[in-house]
């Protein structure tokens, strides 16, 4: 194709501005929930990973405590406390 050479489009400049607008558009709306999504996930992480710290300083309080309590290892005890799953969103 030579400089001299111009491309003659169909569509009328309107309907490609229209066109790429709503592409823009919609483009824009897909990232913004794309973030949204991850900064949800991120949050449920962080909350996740406290609870389980929380949990494992419990566990390892108790067996500290069992421990220097009886110089016989025993079996651990069963509790009847069930655990709640996290729940996020």
Same mark, same amino acid.
Do not use: H, N
């Given at each position: 194709?030579?400089?001299?050479?111009? @491309?003659?489009?169909?569509?009328?400049?309107?309907?490609? @501005?229209?066109?790429? +607008? $709503?592409?823009?558009?919609?483009?824009?709306?897909?990232?913004? #929930? %794309?973030?949204?999504?991850?900064?949800?996930?991120?949050?449920? @992480? #962080?909350?996740?990973?406290?609870?389980?710290? $929380?949990?494992?300083?419990?566990? $390892?309080? @108790?067996?500290? #405590?069992?421990?220097?309590?009886?110089?016989?290892?025993?079996?651990?005890?069963?509790?009847?406390?069930? $655990?709640? %799953? #996290?729940?996020? +969103?």
């Amino acid at each position: 194709m030579s400089t001299g050479e111009t @491309l003659s489009y169909r569509s009328p400049i309107s309907k490609l @501005l229209q066109f790429f +607008r $709503r592409s823009r558009d919609q483009w824009k709306e897909k990232c913004k #929930a %794309a973030k949204k999504e991850s900064k949800s996930l991120k949050t449920c @992480l #962080a909350k996740m990973k406290e609870s389980r710290d $929380r949990w494992k300083t419990e566990a $390892r309080q @108790l067996r500290k #405590a069992r421990v220097s309590q009886s110089s016989t290892p025993e079996e651990p005890q069963k509790t009847d406390t069930p $655990r709640r %799953a #996290a729940r996020c +969103r």
